[in-house]
Nanobody, 120 residues
Framework: QVQLVESGGGLVQPGGSLQLSCAAS????????MGWYRRVAGLQRTLVAH???????AYENFVRGRFTITRDTAKNMVYLQMNNLEPDDSATYYC??????????????WGQGTLVTVAA
């Protein structure tokens, strides 16, 4: 099993910045990709940014150029630097890790979420 704990959410004014962090623990050797999703109340969780082993980052169109995902595999951390935040970025942000099981199948792991509110 892999456990994920996010931090860094909060209230920020439009145009401001926040950095989200996610710490992975447990069977971290299973992780082959990490990323961030977000969910607005009443809507489905959607991908924000994703970074797999040996891959280039992938971003939702709406955040490309404003958000940057980075991973520190030695520390089992993933970060999301969010700049020029807009009210529409307000959501609960979830850390995600993709892991490979011993039977060869893949499993998703999720953090508990951290709330980001962008408002004046």
């Amino acid at each position: 099993q892999v456990q994920l704990v996010e931090s860094g959410g909060g209230l920020v004014q439009p145009g401001g910045s926040l950095q989200l962090s996610c710490a992975a623990s447990g069977e971290t050797f299973r992780i082959y990709a990490m990323g961030w999703y977000r969910r607005v109340a009443g809507l489905q969780r959607t991908l924000v940014a994703h970074l797999g082993d040996g891959e280039s980052p992938a971003y939702e169109n709406f955040v490309r150029g404003r958000f940057t995902i980075t991973r520190d595999t030695a520390k089992n951390m993933v970060y999301l630097q969010m700049n020029n935040l807009e009210p529409d970025d307000s959501a609960t942000y979830y850390c995600h890790a993709g892991g490979k099981r011993d039977d060869g199948f893949y499993e998703d792991y999720w953090g508990q979420g951290t709330l980001v509110t962008v408002a004046a």
